[in-house]
């Protein structure tokens, strides 16, 4: 009887655990205070910011003809590794600290915005 209440109480505290983890996913990221929520909030943003990208190039991709979408594609190669090379370089200071990934997502969101407007100018 005790380990059964036991049970029925770890699971009641996941619950409120995982229900608790749920509406911090649908926070105010313009209040975020804490190290997770900031973190959370730019991880959203990333990953919104890389679907635009993401369909700003395909979009592209599909305007251009066969040698222009070749061209493309090794641009869009080069500027992945350069962009990786530069948001990896001014997150280095943060390294193995809880900012790391925030910073490093914040600079991923920066040049992806850069990127966007390169790709709709042309």
Request: net charge negative.
């Amino acid at each position: 009887m005790k380990f059964k209440l036991i049970c029925l109480s770890f699971i009641y505290l996941l619950s409120i655990n995982y229900a608790a983890a749920e509406s911090n996913s649908q926070q105010d990221c313009a209040n975020a205070v804490t190290t997770i929520d900031l973190h959370n909030c730019v991880a959203d943003e990333y990953q919104r910011v890389d679907a635009e990208l993401n369909a700003t190039y395909a979009k592209l991709l599909k305007s251009l003809d066969p040698i222009a979408q070749q061209k493309l594609k090794i641009a869009e190669r080069r500027w992945i590794k350069h962009r990786d090379k530069e948001c990896l370089a001014s997150a280095e200071d943060e390294e193995g600290g809880s900012l790391y990934p925030i910073v490093l997502d914040s600079c991923y969101i920066d040049a992806a915005e850069k990127r966007i407007k390169e790709l709709k100018s042309q």
